[in-house]
C-alpha cells in the first residue's frame, strides 16, 4: 500500500482493510480500540461461525493462536493472520496431544471432549469440541454410558458434570489463568456494596464451585453480552476477564458493571493493539496455518460441534 498521511490509526486500519479485502475479527476481551475496529466482535464459538460464512479473502484474528488455528481450519482457502505470535493461551498450554492419546490408549471406549482453549493437535486427538455456551449440551450428546475426557478446563469441566449429572467424567485439571483470580470472597464484598446487582459468573471462574448456587446466571461471554441488554436490571457483577466490560457498556450505556476481579486481566489477549493490526494488513503477517493431516482430523471434532 501507497504511504499516506491520516489523521488517526483507526482510518489506516480501515483503508488497509479495504485494500486488502479483509475482515477484523475480535474477541471479547480484546482492548476497546480493536473491538472498536472490528467487523465482529463476539466469543469463540461465535468468531468461528462468522470465519466460516465470511466471503472475505483475509481474516485478521484479534484473539489468541487456537483461535486462529481453528479460523484456518474451517477456512483453509482464507488467509488467516494474527497480528502478535505471541497471543498464546496459558490453559490451552496446560495438554498436549500425546497425553490425550494416552487416555484414550487406556479408554478405548471414551470420549474425550476439547474445549476450544485447546491446540489445533489436540483438536485432532479428540472426538469433539465444545465452548462454554454449548458444552452443557455436547456432553448431554453423548451415550451416558461412555465415559468422558474433558479437557483442559476443571472449573468448566466441574460445571459440566453437576449440570448433566454425570459421575464417570474424568476432569483435566487445568485452569485459566485470569479466571482463577476471581474468587468467591471478592465477589461477596462486591454483592454487600451493591445489593442490587446480578451476578454473571463464567464457568471458568476458579469460584464456581463455591459459588454456582450463588450466581444469579453462569454464562458463557456471548450469553452475558446477550442478558444484559435484555435483562430489565440496571446494575451487574461480572465474573469474567475485565475486557467484555468495555463492549457492555457500548450495547447498554444506562447500565453498570462492576469487574468482580479488576485485575482479571488477560495479557495474551491484551498483546494485540492496533500498530500491530496496521502492521498485520500491511505485511500480512503473521499467517496462521495447520498441517493438513492435523487440521482435517481437528475439523471433524470441531465440526460434530457445530453440527449441535
Not at 197 to 225: F, N, R, V, Y
Request: aromatic letters at 6%.
Amino acid at each position: 500500500m501507497a504511504k499516506q498521511l491520516f489523521s488517526t490509526i483507526e482510518e489506516e486500519v480501515l483503508a488497509l482493510k479495504k485494500e486488502r479485502h479483509a475482515l477484523i475479527l475480535a474477541h471479547n476481551y480484546q482492548v476497546p480500540e480493536i473491538q472498536e475496529v472490528a467487523d465482529f466482535v463476539g466469543d469463540s464459538l461465535n468468531l468461528a461461525r462468522f470465519a466460516q460464512q465470511s466471503h472475505a479473502a483475509v481474516l485478521v484474528f484479534c484473539g489468541v493462536h487456537f483461535m486462529a488455528e481453528t479460523a484456518s481450519i474451517l477456512c483453509p482457502e482464507k488467509t488467516v493472520l494474527l497480528p502478535d505470535l505471541a497471543s498464546g493461551c496459558s490453559l490451552a498450554a496446560m495438554v498436549d496431544a500425546s497425553q490425550v492419546r494416552a487416555w484414550k490408549a487406556k479408554h478405548p471406549e471414551g470420549v474425550a471432549v476439547a474445549y476450544v482453549n485447546t491446540s489445533a493437535e489436540v483438536k485432532a486427538e479428540s472426538h469433539i469440541c465444545c465452548t462454554s455456551s454449548n458444552a452443557v449440551k455436547v456432553v448431554q450428546s453423548i451415550p451416558r454410558d461412555r465415559e468422558i475426557l474433558f479437557l483442559p478446563d476443571y472449573f468448566l469441566g466441574n460445571y459440566v458434570k453437576q449440570k448433566t449429572g454425570r459421575e464417570n467424567i474424568h476432569l483435566w485439571q487445568g485452569f485459566c489463568s485470569s479466571h482463577s483470580m476471581i474468587r468467591s470472597e471478592q465477589i461477596g464484598e462486591l454483592k454487600q456494596k451493591h445489593p442490587q446487582a446480578e451476578l454473571l459468573m463464567h464457568p471458568e471462574c476458579g469460584c464456581s464451585t463455591k459459588l454456582m448456587d450463588a450466581a444469579d446466571q453462569i454464562l458463557s461471554t456471548e450469553g452475558m453480552t446477550r442478558y444484559v441488554k435484555e435483562s430489565p436490571r440496571q446494575e451487574f457483577i461480572i465474573a469474567t476477564e475485565t475486557g467484555i466490560i468495555s463492549r457492555m457498556q457500548k450495547e447498554s450505556p444506562h447500565k453498570k458493571f462492576y469487574a468482580a476481579n479488576t485485575q482479571a486481566v488477560c495479557g495474551y489477549m491484551k498483546q494485540n493493539t492496533l500498530e500491530k493490526v496496521v502492521r498485520s494488513l500491511e505485511r500480512m503477517q503473521y499467517r496462521v496455518t495447520v498441517p493438513k493431516p492435523i487440521a482435517a482430523r481437528a475439523r471433524i471434532a470441531i465440526e460434530r460441534m457445530l453440527a449441535l
